[in-house]
Antibody, heavy 121, light 108 residues
Framework: QVQLVESGGGVVQPGGSLTLSCAAS????????MHWVRQAPGKGLEWVAF????????YNADSVKGRFTISRDNSKNTLYLQMSSLRAEDTAVYYC??????????????WGQGTLVTVSS | SSELTQDPAVSVTLGQTVRITCQGD??????ASWYQQKPGQAPVLVIY???NRPSGIPDRFSGSSSGNTASLTITGSQAEDEADYYC???????????FGGGTKLTVL
């Protein structure tokens, strides 16, 4: 069974930075696109970013453009999200999710359990 | 604001059929996928494509679409189907992904 395990969440001050990781296992990581999705407390799901299987194409939501960077290391089966200039409204559970294709199909067939990021002074 | 619109809440009587809808311009070009999320848990894919269920999803879940509206139907609702349901698809540009605001399903 596919496994996705996020880490790196925590409490950070406004304006600060944080890097999230997502360790993937039990599937061929290098052949699938990967996404980050977040969910603010008591709110709905919000797509954050996507990266192609080979890392050649990346897309960000407008709400995080210029502040968040998605990347991956296929040799380590790991997905990353570098977050900077964090704001209170970035407070959320961050999920990594596997796409069902190498490029984006918007079909998220597996999800991790999420890691909580809290932006607060 | 979301480019996909869902009713915030829907209720259904145990054993009956319920339809949850998702409206948006991009659905005229792209299929919607549907996710079930129970409290404190990660979302789970229940329907994708024209009407496909991942392995392990009961056949009481089905999907359909017409024009700019996608629908998730649960035929013979069970108590364990009480959850939040989200639709998603690509946006009109085709490069980004959008989620609906979610529908809270209550099984009475």
């Amino acid at each position: 069974q596919v496994q996705l395990v996020e880490s790196g969440g925590g409490v950070v001050q406004p304006g600060g930075s944080l890097t999230l990781s997502c360790a993937a296992s039990r599937f061929t990581f290098s052949t699938y696109g990967m996404h980050w999705v977040r969910q603010a407390p008591g709110k709905g799901l919000e797509w954050v970013a996507f990266i192609w299987s080979d890392g050649s194409q990346k897309y960000n939501a407008d709400s995080v453009k210029g502040r968040f960077t998605i990347s991956r290391d296929n040799s380590k089966n790991t997905l990353y999200l570098q977050m900077s200039s964090l704001r209170a409204e970035d407070t959320a559970v961050y999920y990594c999710a596997k796409d069902s294709f190498a490029s984006s199909s918007s079909v998220f067939d597996y999800w991790g359990q999420g890691t909580l990021v809290t932006v607060s002074s | 604001s979301s480019e996909l619109t869902q009713d915030p809440a829907v209720s259904v009587t145990l054993g009956q059929t319920v339809r949850i809808t998702c409206q948006g311009d991009s659905l005229g070009s792209y299929y919607a996928s549907w996710y079930q999320q129970k409290p404190g848990q990660a979302p789970v894919l229940v329907i994708y494509g024209e009407n496909n269920r991942p392995s392990g999803i009961p056949d009481r879940f089905s999907g359909s679409s017409s024009g700019n509206t996608a629908s998730l139907t649960i035929t013979g609702s069970q108590a364990e189907d009480e959850a939040d349901y989200y639709c998603n698809s690509r946006d009109r540009s085709g490069y980004h992904v959008v989620f609906g605001g979610g529908t809270k399903l209550t099984v009475l």
